[in-house]
């Protein structure tokens, strides 16, 4: 390796020859280790076009960090009025969404995630912060990226923020990906 003087002040030129690739390649692996380390990232998915865009985040996120995807549904328990007597049976009803959710969530797989990264999918069924957190803590995820739709107001006090709860009471970091937002990953 040979170092010379630049054109510009306060630079150099550093000639490599062949000899010199192996010394590059080790400095150039120290400088990229991080003491970041994203080997489980979960990623709750409603299917809705905002979560699949926190799924374009997340994909990059672990290809960098060699790490794993793993996709959660939650199946929400049912809401309907009438109890017992309206003839619907609840069970059944949590099943048939579960694995509608499961087969969603593997053709997510194979049509966003391509094999880009090793991931796995997971059908909960539940209240989706109670769901989320729960995931989270058996991984156990070194990061949640999730996706919020940005309501506000009377939505956001009738509807309620699953993001927003999922941020306070995560055990990791989240990243949180917003509908309409400065986007910095490539589609």
Same mark, same amino acid.
């Given at each position: 390796?040979?170092?010379?003087?630049?054109?510009?002040?306060? *630079? &150099?030129?550093?000639?490599?020859?062949?000899?010199? +690739?192996?010394?590059?390649?080790?400095?150039?692996?120290? %400088?990229?280790?991080?003491?970041?380390?994203?080997?489980?990232?979960?990623?709750?998915?409603?299917?809705?076009?905002?979560?699949?865009?926190?799924?374009?985040?997340?994909? $990059?996120?672990?290809? !960098?960090?060699?790490?794993?995807?793993?996709?959660?549904? #939650? /199946? $929400?328990?049912?809401?309907? #009025?009438?109890?017992?007597?309206?003839?619907?049976?609840?069970?059944?009803?949590?099943?048939? !969404?579960?694995?509608?959710?499961?087969?969603?969530?593997?053709?997510? /797989?194979?049509? *966003?995630?391509?094999? +880009?990264?090793? @991931?796995?999918?997971? /059908?909960?069924?539940?209240?989706?912060? /109670?769901?989320?957190? *729960?995931?989270?803590?058996?991984?156990?995820?070194?990061?949640?990226?999730? @996706?919020?739709?940005?309501?506000?107001?009377?939505?956001? &006090?009738?509807?309620?923020?699953?993001?927003?709860?999922?941020?306070? %009471?995560?055990?990791?970091? &989240?990243? #949180? #990906?917003?509908?309409? *937002?400065?986007?910095?990953?490539?589609?």
């Amino acid at each position: 390796m040979k170092a010379k003087r630049s054109k510009h002040r306060g *630079e &150099v030129v550093l000639e490599l020859d062949r000899g010199d +690739e192996s010394l590059l390649a080790a400095a150039g692996a120290g %400088r990229a280790a991080s003491l970041l380390r994203l080997k489980k990232i979960l990623v709750p998915i409603d299917f809705s076009d905002c979560s699949k865009k926190a799924l374009q985040y997340a994909i $990059p996120l672990a290809r !960098q960090h060699e790490g794993a995807l793993t996709l959660l549904y #939650v /199946v $929400p328990p049912p809401n309907f #009025v009438g109890g017992e007597y309206t003839g619907i049976e609840y069970g059944r009803l949590e099943e048939d !969404q579960a694995a509608i959710g499961g087969k969603q969530l593997d053709a997510l /797989v194979t049509d *966003e995630v391509r094999e +880009e990264v090793p @991931s796995e999918t997971l /059908v909960r069924t539940g209240m989706p912060v /109670v769901e989320i957190l *729960e995931a989270a803590r058996a991984l156990p995820a070194d990061l949640i990226v999730i @996706s919020t739709h940005g309501r506000t107001g009377l939505k956001h &006090v009738l509807l309620g923020s699953v993001a927003e709860d999922v941020v306070r %009471r995560a055990p990791c970091p &989240v990243l #949180v #990906v917003r509908e309409h *937002e400065h986007d910095f990953v490539g589609g």
